[in-house]
């Protein structure tokens, strides 16, 4: 009987500390952003002569061509982790699928000015599923139903200019919104269909801020230029709302509600890109994310500093056909995993690759293409346990987007 209730308690620990959760804040590559960037794995700053400009280095767009410039990015993006031998010597799998709308900009010439407008969705995750771990020490089986769903939004306005012939500016301004919804119900029950043990969770989040981008693009030869970005997120209003009713809990039931402001790093990003002649450009980005501590509901959250690469190619196969790939890491914000410490976050190295293939006609052209990204490493999914959980992660999106100038 005292292993059976320990089982059921080790089951509810998982499940209140790494089951409701928000979005994924320990990477900072989630999903590509941008048409011609997401072929290039994201290595864009030194570049971004067009709508996905306005998310990377909104200078770039002062060198945009047409008197109207507009792009739209459709997504499928698939996500797994695995964490292994977790309850009675059996993995537990979290996967998330989500179909969105990526991105959508817009590019308008005023005067000197180039104006834009667009919208990027850089994380978003939709987990539904039914889960049974079986005890070999006993008849018991838990049973998870779990529902989690977040996502992050960025919209605003983008303006840039060319002080001279080599030099350009511009600043993006983004709102930025993030919410979450997670729902779990969970029941151990024995062999005769008694139940031993339930638990209930929910947890509500809605947050939003202002995201900044200023930015500036260099030649200071030909054939070559350089990028700087720097952003930063700073949250404005922030409501969290909590709730649990577990069985073998005292109390039974728990009501929270908090409004912590979560804190975002600010990002520095430099690229250079080399065009060798008019059919080959080659490209790569430095993004750097500071390091901070936040005092969040779930206690003193602590994020490391962060340095992510990217590298990126396009190759014109002729004047209606380009390919472009690229290759980028993803590395996590949080501490590495160490032993015999507790309530440790997850670690996870990601590293990732992408391939577009882009047709093209006068004024329109369409691309067609994927990214994936995989990784491990280490977690501690117990609550004051120093268990620590081997896992297992990786990403996959397909896309499809067009373009429209004239």
């Known amino acids: 009987m005292m292993r059976r209730y320990l089982q059921v308690a080790a089951v509810l620990a998982l499940l209140s500390c790494a089951a409701i959760s928000e979005a994924d804040e320990f990477h900072y ?103 049974k771990f079986a005890f070999t020490s006993s008849t018991d089986t838990t049973v998870i139903n779990f529902n989690n769903k977040n996502t992050t939004n960025l919209f605003g306005p983008s303006a840039a200019v060319q002080v001279s012939d080599s030099l350009a500016v511009g600043a993006t301004l983004y709102v930025h919104m993030r919410s979450t919804e997670a729902i779990l119900n969970s029941s151990t029950v024995t062999s005769t269909g008694s139940i031993v043990s339930w638990n209930n969770g929910y947890l509500e989040s809605d947050e939003w801020g202002l995201r900044p981008i200023i930015g500036a693009m260099w030649a200071p030869v030909d054939k070559i230029s350089i990028g700087l970005a720097f952003s930063k997120t700073l949250i404005l209003s922030s409501d969290t709302l909590k709730q649990t009713t577990d069985s073998a809990a005292i109390p039974a039931r728990t009501y929270e ?62 004047k209606n056909w380009a390919v472009r790939g690229g290759l980028f890491s993803d590395f996590a914000n949080t501490p590495q995993v160490e032993e015999g410490s507790v309530n440790q976050r997850e670690h996870i190295d990601m590293y990732g690759g992408s391939l577009t293939v882009s047709h093209f006609t006068k004024n329109t052209s369409i691309s067609c293409g994927g990214s994936y990204k995989f990784g491990s490493g280490k977690a501690q999914l117990f609550s004051n346990n120093v268990t620590i959980q081997d896992v297992t992660a990786n990403n996959w999106t397909l896309f499809i987007s067009s373009s429209f100038s004239y």
């Open 257 to 318: 509600s908090f409004d912590y402001k979560r804190k975002y790093p600010y990002q520095v990003s430099a690229g250079v890109a080399f065009f060798p002649d008019s059919s080959l450009l080659l490209s790569g980005d430095l993004n750097y994310y500071s390091p901070f501590d936040y005092n969040w509901h779930t206690g003193l959250e602590k994020r490391t500093a962060v340095l992510n690469g990217a590298l990126g190619a396009e190759y014109f196969i002729n």
């Open 29 to 131: 590559n989630n999903i590509l952003i941008g048409d011609r960037a997401s072929g290039m794995g994201g290595a864009y700053t030194a570049i971004s002569d067009d709508p996905g400009g306005m998310y990377y280095n909104p200078a770039g767009i002062a060198y945009s061509t047409g008197k109207n410039l507009s792009a739209s990015v459709n997504a499928y993006n698939v996500s797994s982790r695995t964490y292994k031998n977790v309850i009675g010597g059996q993995d537990w799998k979290r996967t998330s699928e989500t179909l969105l709308p990526n991105y959508f900009g817009i590019i308008q010439p005023v005067g000197k000015l180039k104006l834009g407008f667009s919208y990027a969705v850089p994380d978003s995750n939709q987990e539904d599923q039914d889960q």
